[in-house]
């Protein structure tokens, strides 16, 4: 596992010609895309290219599926590898050139070996999966009027996934935030580190 500082100077040792590559990990509703968000904010006046992984998402019926014993048919499974798009991903982010820092969050960034061999530095936002279910609840009861959807795909879909796909990539991880509620300042020290190491690279 590698410092933010060791990579730092690993990627300027390399010349500094391509941005400093950021990917972030973690399980569905972890924090993943807030804490992206913040990095980004709080990393100016570096220029920041943020690469969401859900926006290579196959179409639903291109999709691996799951069996549903509730509804007893075949669903789209969106937390497997074959989910995604996989070679335009990996084309797209080589192709990377712009800005200083890029950072690419999603449930299975560090899944793919395509693209760790991308990144300068590699983080997976941990999150205890009560608080997680009740994040994704919350979440898409914006957009329905029914939370019994969102429990029964996150118990028959999300939940295994995560075990078998997901949670095993935090070994690969050179940091690992922790993404509770509980844990705002803990968080945040290692925010306010991972941010002046990198404003370190504009001077």
């Known amino acids: 596992m590698a410092t933010i500082e060791a990579a730092l100077e690993g990627w300027q040792r390399r010349g500094g010609k391509r941005p400093f590559f950021i990917g972030m990990g973690g399980g569905s ?64 982010c080589r192709g990377v050139a ?53 429990t029964e795909y996150y118990l028959e879909s999300v939940r295994g996934q995560h075990r078998e796909y997901n949670a095993p990539t935090r070994e690969y991880a050179d940091l690992i935030v922790p993404g509770g509620m509980a844990q705002t300042e803990e968080r945040e020290r290692i925010v306010d580190n991972l941010c002046a190491t990198l404003l370190d690279m504009g001077d």
């Open 98 to 150: 712009g800005g200083d820092v890029v950072i690419l969050e999603g449930i299975l960034v560090l899944w793919f070996a395509e693209l760790r061999e991308l990144m300068d530095f590699k983080i997976y936002i941990e999150a205890d999966a009560d608080e997680r279910i009740i994040r994704r609840i919350r979440r898409n009861m914006k957009t329905v009027d029914d939370y019994d959807p969102i």
């Open 29 to 92: 509703a972890a924090g993943k895309s807030t804490l992206a968000a913040v990095l980004a904010e709080r990393l100016a006046p570096l220029r920041v290219e943020m690469i969401g992984q859900d926006r290579f998402f196959k179409r639903p019926e291109d999709m691996p599926k799951y069996y549903s014993g509730i509804h007893g048919d075949y669903r789209p499974a969106y937390n497997e590898p074959d989910s995604f798009k996989q070679e335009e991903m990996f084309a797209y």
